[in-house]
């Protein structure tokens, strides 16, 4: 039956044939890989991956012959493989590819290897996350990129044009494993490439790096294999050429996961590319700073705030969502419309999220049929899945625009009334005991299932009639996975023991023996039991190549599910929080009336949200400098803006009463150092580099979003360079820029400039003690309100009074209490008259303002 459960047996463990096997297999994998051989009911390690292995996972380590061994049980393999996984190493299955026969050595093979980026036990996977293993290309200052999500089929490719780009896509699909191509142990410049690759790839985040031969990124490879497995004539379907690096990458990671990893790719069926013109970007600081994906404290991340999505496929796609906001006013709009279906459709948006809370995984439970590991359980979910979506296409309005939803949800009813029709209500996790097929749905089955059955009553009564016979009242039938059916006596009744029972085990407290009849009847049960085994593996095998059969119809209502649940979830976002339609324009303008951080209003308790208005445009609003004490709001409010905006990029509603807003090319967010604590990296330094790349790529259609930017460094160096930035974005850069400062000199900049605005956040002052009104208005606030804060802060009385003192002295020692404000001002008059215009025509408004700071 099983091929014994021992170590190899000889003198040196290499002579023994199973040794020789083991060596065998090995010698297929690179050195990192820890190799489990199955061995029965177990997987095993040898040598110093049993060494590694045991350390990992917390075995006890044997010895046979010297050799360190440690092995884990078949059923609950796929644990123990994602925690070895996790902890960096990549794992090869070796198992058993045919029926073990007694005296046989077992012909034995790899039949995959586990690396982050093909992890799919889906007990150790995110359900609302994609997992990425991703290809790198580097040539000539450009990246080809591909990424592949194994678990769902999801395959991209693209090119991006540097480093920046190459770290705000990574902090974007965080892929857990990044392949490169290996390059030559002799040419040092590669050698220093792929050196500086990793040193990239380290500073961005916690994948696994991977290296793989280089031939299998050569485009003549490349196109090979790809055009192959997608059955096409040219890649330009997938917007791929030849000479691509994109295609170099998407070659090299199809060889890694299908040849190296021998992992299944049918279920991949297209190429989506990995294209930036189309998207509004968001540079790796501004995903990090506005707390898309995770939060750095407690709170929640946007994704976290927003999410209704009641399927993980729809989770899934919101988060790729929120990473690719739109550009494409006429994408966004298409968006909008669907929302607006169902949030004005309350009943229907109810029944249709009743019927989406029933939908499993869809997307990966289809990736497990296709790499054969689905189990009967999992076809049943798919089953249950299936169910509801001729009803979800049912509740789509019947316009044309929702032609594509309505085409992808084909109903699989007929589909569903077949595994109904053949699996049992309460299926088992594995096929391996069987028991999976209803009773009738085979005649075959059903004739092997009661030959065993008819076995067993047998047995029942056998025993009775030789308890009879005997008189032996212990004599108990039991069954041992060895050596089959047994008659077990208690050692006290042994003597009255017949003649022609035949011993064949002894225990502490009974023997147990045989008969012929016994044997004989025994065979016939396995024998049948084990058909009926084998046969129920047939028929589940070919009830999975009839879901295969129908993968990609199955795959396009999977997918259309996540759109239409995606959708749902924002349209019932926007009913339950009051969030609006923003109108799209082309201008660039920011217009919010009564708007809400979508993240603090939803984490504030007992306190009410204080709605602002927000105005911005190219022309009268260029630049607003916000000022106001500490904890006033000035962060809340800066973000919250940035926030709409990518809000309604994205195609949801937002938190508004209304909001007009222009189709924006990227949204730039920088945090001053010092209050940037949780990122661990805040020095000055980083802040200036973040700045430094900001003037160089924002646009006119960009939104910039500068929160105390200079902190980092001392006062007169910060206030300059605040100065200076300020003054570079309203005029070269002309983006929509809004700048909380505690430099109330910058105030001043609104003297020489009609495009710059200034706010400040309204503070009253009650009995000394500063109160927040949380709501922005226009103008400069008028003092600091440091003590005020202080005291609100839980400073002794005794040291705020002291404080005063020493203000008050300071104060009066200077003539005049502007005069540095004035100082700076007049420096930058006199550097003006020497200056030509900066725009032809353009006439300064100095004059006709009114010196606020005078
Ligand atoms: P600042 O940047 O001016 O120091 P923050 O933006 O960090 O201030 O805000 C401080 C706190 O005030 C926030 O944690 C939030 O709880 C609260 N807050 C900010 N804006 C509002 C608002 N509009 N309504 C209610 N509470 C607010
Ligand atoms: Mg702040």
Redesign the pocket.
Known sequence: MKSPQSSPEGKAPAETPMMAQYRERKAELPADVLLLFRLGDFYELFGEDAQTGAALLGLALTHRQGVPMCGIPVDSADGYIARLVQAGRRVAVCDQVETPKPGKLVRREITRVVSPGSLLDPASLRSKENNFCLALVAGRGRFGVAALDLGTGEFRAGELGGEAELADLLCRLRPSEIVIPEEAADSRRAQARSGELRALLEACGRSALTEHTKWAFSPEQASGLLLAHFGTKSLAAFDLTEASPALSAAGGLFHYLREELRQDLSHVRDIRPIRRSDLLVLDAVAQRTLELLSAAGRGKSLLEAIDRTLTPGGGRLLRQWLCEPLRDRSQIEARQEAIAYWMEEDRRRWELRELLANVRDLERLLARVAQGSATPREIGAIKESLKPLARIRELLPRSCRWERWRGNLEPQDDLVAEIERALVEDLPPSWRDGGIFRPGFDPALDALREAAEKGKQWLLAFERSERERTGLRSLKLRYHPVFGYLLEVARGQLSQVPADYVRRQTLANAERFTRPELQAMEEKILGAEGRAREYEKELFEALRRRLCERLPVLQRAARAVNEIDVVAALAELARERQYVRPEMVDDPVVEIAGGR?PV?EQA?VG??????DTYLDGRRARLAILT??????????LRQIALICLLAHIGSFVPATRARIGVLDRIFTRIGASDDLASGQSTFLVEMQETANLLRHATERSLVIL?EVGRGTSTFDGLSIAWAVAEELCDRNRCLTLF?THYHELAELANTRSAVRNLS?AVREIDGRAVYL?KVVEGVIDKSYGLQVARLAGLPERTIRRAAEVLSGLEAEEEDPASRAMEVRRRRRREEAEELPLFPGWDRPDAGEGDRAG
Not at 628 to 637: L, R
């Open positions: 951080h603090v504030l306190e009410r949200f204080v709605p602002n106001g004490p500490n904890m006033a709001g000035k962060s809340t409010y929160d909380a956040m949380r």
